[in-house]
């Protein structure tokens, strides 16, 4: 079949629609394209480390068929990408220090070199968690001397560990897990006993655990010489010999079988039948089991306690900045096509000429805020990252000037963020796929991978449904230390995201009424008048929910009843901080990121214009929030949704210059839609050729079953029918 | 490995929470399942036909490793399915009418048991548009003596067509399609010449054409013997030979490539090179070409053009009806697992009990209205089919008493509800998955596939997107009216859908203010102060749009920039008109089937509760535009929000109940976590047990590449590294 039909080929010339939106922009695309690497030294690298991946001459970093293999095929080739891309790591070697490099060739820079390669490969890796998870689990829980011991193993690939933590019948519930892992005597110095107690402890989820991993850091109930229990624990159990690769006696593993997305990755069960491990295979930094099975609690400093508690908020934090890079993605895909797209007659009876779908003003909505969202993401990760770090640094060189609520603050900020972005995110690819009407619909788009793999997203790292309690569980202190009005307890919330609630709460509790007093359409375009009705927004929703709480606990409802009772408001509450973080540090990153020189006035001007567009954007999506307790007015609510009209006009020009600005390669878009070069159909057309579909000729299937149809009859009715 | 890991099956007895729900119901589950059916004889006759399905001897109709399979595989395995099914048919022959059959054995009855069947197989047969496009279509557009040709080969399978209209270049606007047929003189009597003049005239994603069908029912541009264009025609084009499926001379036909969801169907393309058939199969009940090649359009009532259209509005009240019952399944599958899943301990400290996530208001905050919407869906589909029939046989009869702008009345109402209904699904489906946590992630839930399925639903039958402007068309045609003050042009509008937004139009433009005047939470729950604000709401949002539009092209601005301008106000009219549809056959249903005895009044009873917190949510969801225009004051808003959490508590007890009415059997469900029993962790176990990734130990790709790793050391580090 293939032979027979051509269809030319993919031209070498860019479509004229795409050409001609390029022309129009007002600023310079490359200047983005720096912000978002972090200066043009890192895109230069990026780009290098890319062609090396894309211009391997073993071919076996192709993408090309990705979506056609049967998932067992594709599991096999992401291992062979993973090996691949070891031994050309290791043709290069990795730099002692960051900083090493030149743009081009030398050796690799560990963890920036080896993510920006992660990223090029355009793939999932069934391995990636060894180092995302393990290895930083065994640095921050493993003493110096279990360190010594597995960290070389780790770097040279002989243990490939993974994180087992939930369980088949337990998710976020630490407490609940039932795996244990008790202290036997004996000569050797002791060991573990690891088990699985009920079908609902099989370690369940652990990516890399089911088919790839040797070892497993576990996470399991300590049960001393004494037969007490400490609560859960980790220790590096191994799972497979490393001579040949089979399980060790009593353990059970395998992959739980496939998912809706990031199937590349086997994310397993495993099974614990009398495991013994050594004893020193406990995790023993922070606590530990001497020869006779007696638990000692090592002295840690506060400061120490906290830092591991960062790491925890990192994860999160690099969630935020994945955030806009994947809505970036799928929204190059979305804007390029919708820029070549045409349909519909400019004027309905006479015309020829279809109109560009980019022209429609309901798909611009659609699509514009979501190209706003994305730089907003990039600018909060880069500063709550940024933050963390700040953080980590004072924390470790004891500095006492931190102040008591800035880990809780930033602790809230991260897990409201997470659950915001990543759900903003998660959504926003869907549409932006169903933007693309029926063709996104394809796996040659490239979104549905897009959004499917992004899907878990939502889920890992707390559920996103789950975070906002974290969220309101700081702020309510806050609330309180208002409400006690004591000074000393309110300066702690100073220097903090949380910030902007403390006058806000006051002249709430003092009844004061504040409204919005703008009284034009173009006053309600400006930043500052929508900054302050999202922080108005967000301190009245969370004193809301404190007055629920405490008024029924008050009149003796139980605490969990009462807290139950508030769980949807608190979903708001923690939308609304979230947003008012979000704006703050989009508007400040850009101002900063002008007074450095990093953006000229152009740059500036487009992001300041998105900052705009969403924040009018989201007022207008929840309008009832800002009016429900008439802070705004029907006349301003229309003002913001013909401001949103306003800033699609003025952000059109550049859309697609913004898209191309996050530089993404066609080997990372991997889309027939999002192509730089826009020649959609041709690309198209020569994806469906490659369908294993339309390999023989006629189709699979047509001997064994349709024949019987068509050439042997069995359907051949005898009797009357009410419609023939 | 396999072999080593026992789990003990799967228990015979119920999950005891799940028991204990069941036990709670305060109405008889089983009334609402004949209400679902149709009728207790219905019910019974579909689980007859499901055991039929679920219990044949072959094994062919097993859905036991779908998910497993490569997307080549499913598609052959479906096909041996659609042979086992007529086979199955043959077996029983179809009845000559309706009603003929029993509840047990008997003949079949054509399309109702045959579209029970297929909902029975619970998986996508690339064959079922040959019943639901092709042969309407020549049912509806050829004249007695095509149909006489071609239907009896349609209705014994040898003949398997697909309707062939969308263009690689062209979705929606059927007047751009490229696709022509030339009219060729000659001896035969003239024939066709059939053309994909470039690129962007390939036929692409009609379903079953790519591998399936072996005729078309092609749209093309009808060009007459003087070379004149006519517009599209239909012409039924056979693709393939049916003595051995070769494509016929200068037709190419291929599978498109793997989608998102959906992938059992051969959606495909077809491109045409001078491809010749017959002047005969050019569709000819409404127009025809002679052996000149002269074209005439015959004469045709005005009441059959009408008749045709409403056949395509049928398309669109199925979509609306299946709308609900999607719906259903995913929240069967959501809420059982909500019953049996528990997670976080009910009090803190002490507790060794974990809380039932089905006791937390933001589980059912998100689950519960949505459940609301699967049955309120049922009764607007039920109610749009029976008027559609209605007009349908008054225009067959030629009735007078017809209303002028009734049928544009149910165009305008099946659009809006379409776009509504299935946007509401498919990000529900999406919702009920995430609501299940990690394990929703697994195509063993059963909700991938019934998500990635759906998603086709917002996009095919008219873009969610667009379908607003077709409804905004309309009932601009009604404000006019209004607006005119014609009686008689009002009166038209008589015994419509839309009839409600007269009244309410008429005082908006004599600027009379409306607002609700309810002073307590209890009378906010009151169904009709609800539904007088939704219609409130769409006949404001009606009427602002109608200005905007209007009031620019009286200043000059061309109707097409109006328009636009106005479409993401559109989108919002939509679904407002839409909801008010909704609420009103909701409720009138109920008091219909209680009236007729269907239902009892603890059944009546629980279908109010669920449409007061339909009513409520909607309002709370959208509560801006309920409050923009101050109809609401922030009062009532807050009480709407008290009485959506009040609801809740209301529904809760009878929530397992709700969705074990629709009866869906495990089979249909093909769900490890909404199985009717509740053993969820060991179904998870088993299910795992199948994966292909687990056959074999060590895992594919074990030896060609982690041995590399583990083995050859081909990782092994010999520079110094950054971290390590």
């Known amino acids: ?89 290791r043709s290069m070697e990795f730099a002692a220090k960051q900083g090493n490099a030149g743009v081009e060739g030398g050796e690799l820079i560990l963890d920036e070199d080896w993510f920006t390669l992660l990223h090029a490969l355009a793939d999932d890796m069934p391995t990636s968690l060894h180092w995302i998870m393990f290895v930083p689990n065994i640095m921050s829980l493993c003493d110096e001397e279990q360190q010594k011991q597995w960290l070389p193993l780790c770097r040279n690939w002989q243990i490939m560990g993974c994180y087992a933590q939930t369980e088949l019948g337990h998710g976020s519930n630490v407490r609940a897990l039932e795996t244990t892992a008790t202290f036997v005597k004996g000569n050797d110095g002791g060991s573990w006993k690891i088990n699985s107690p009920t079908l609902t402890s099989i370690k369940f989820w652990p990516g ?86 007696i ?67 309901q798909q611009q909505h659609r699509l514009f805020p979501l190209v706003a969202a994305s730089y907003c993401f990039f600018f909060t990760g880069k500063k709550i990252m940024t933050d963390l770090t700040a953080i980590e640094n004072r924390l470790m060189a004891g500095d006492d000037s931190l102040r008591k609520n800035q880990v809780a603050d930033i602790h809230a900020s991260t897990s409201a963020l997470k659950s915001f972005t990543s759900t903003i995110t998660g959504d926003g690819l869907e549409d932006a796929r169903k933007s693309c009407g029926g063709h996104g619909f394809l796996q040659a788009s490239g979104l549905p991978e897009l959004v499917t793999t992004y899907l878990q997203s939502a889920t ?14 700081v702020l309510l202190n806050l609330v309180s230390a208002v409400q006690s009005g004591n000074e000393k307890d309110i300066a702690e919330w100073n220097d903090c995201d949380a910030t902007y609630l403390v006058p806000l709460l006051q002249s709430m509790m003092n009844q004061e009424t504040d409204k919005c007093v703008i009284d034009s359409e173009e006053g309600m375009m400006n930043f500052d008048v929508l900054l302050a009705a999202y922080k108005h927004r967000a301190a009245r929703l969370l004193f809301q929910v404190s007055l629920k709480i405490y008024g029924q606990v008050q009149e003796g409802v139980p605490m969990e009843i009462a807290w139950n009772s508030a769980l949807v408001q608190m979903g708001r509450v923690s939308r609304a901080h979230s947003l008012v973080i979000l704006l703050v540090n989009f508007y400040n990153g850009i101002k900063e990121e ?85 020649n959609v159909y041709p690309a198209i057309m020569e994806a469906s050729k490659k369908d294993p579909l339309n390999v023989s000729e006629p189709g699979p299937g047509y001997d064994k079953h349709l024949k019987r149809l068509y050439v042997d009859g069995v359907g051949v009715f005898t009797g009357t029918a009410s419609r023939l």
Chains 1, 2 share one sequence.
């Open 295 to 361: 638990y000692t609690k090592k002295n840690m400093s506060a400061a120490a306690s906290k830092v591991a508690y960062i790491t925890m908020m990192q994860v999160r934090a690099y969630i935020i900045m994945e955030a806009g890079k994947s809505l970036a993605k799928g929204l190059t895909i979305a804007i390029r096509y919708s820029a070549v797209r045409r349909q519909g007659f400019k004027n309905e009876k006479k015309s020829k000429v279809e109109t560009q779908i980019l022209d429609y003003t």
């Open 1 to 89: 079949m293939a032979a027979r039909f051509e269809t030319g080929g993919i031209p070498k010339t860019t479509n004229k629609d795409l050409q001609n939106e390029r022309s129009k922009a007002t600023f310079t695309p490359e200047m983005l394209t720096y912000l978002l690497d972090g200066g043009k030294h890192k895109t230069e690298r990026r780009r290098y480390l890319e062609k090396l991946i894309e211009k391997d001459p073993t071919g076996i970093f192709s993408n090309d068929t990705n979506e056609l293999k049967h998932r067992t095929d594709r599991y096999v080739s992401a291992l062979a990408k993973h090996v691949r891309l070891i031994e050309l790591c």
């Open 594 to 678: 002008t007074g450095k020189g990093v953006l000229g006035d152009n740059e500036a001007k487009i992001l300041t214009d998105l900052a705009v567009l969403f924040g009018l954007y989201w007022i207008e999506k929840e309008s009832g929030e800002f009016l429900e307790d008439g802070y705004m007015s029907a006349d301003q609510c229309q003002w913001v949704r013909a401001g949103v009209l306003n800033m699609l006009q003025i952000v059109r020009p550049n859309i697609v210059a913004l898209v191309d600005a996050n530089d993404f390669s066609d080997f990372r878009l991997k889309s027939t839609l999002g192509r730089k070069d826009g």
């Open 208 to 293: 890399t655990l089911g088919r790839t991993a040797n070892y497993a850091m576990l996470i399991a109930r300590l049960i001393d010489g004494e037969g007490k229990d400490h609560g859960v624990h980790n220790f590096l159990v191994p799972l497979r010999s490393r001579k040949d690769h089979t399980l060790l006696p009593g353990v059970t593993t395998g992959d739980i079988g496939p998912k809706i997305g990031y199937n590349n990755i086997d994310n397993g069960f495993a099974k614990f039948d009398n495991v013994i491990i050594p004893r020193r295979n406990m995790a023993m930094k922070f606590a530990s089991v001497d020869e006779n099975g």
């Open 460 to 473: 890992v790292e707390g559920d996103n449904q789950m975070l906002p309690m974290q969220v309101v569980k």
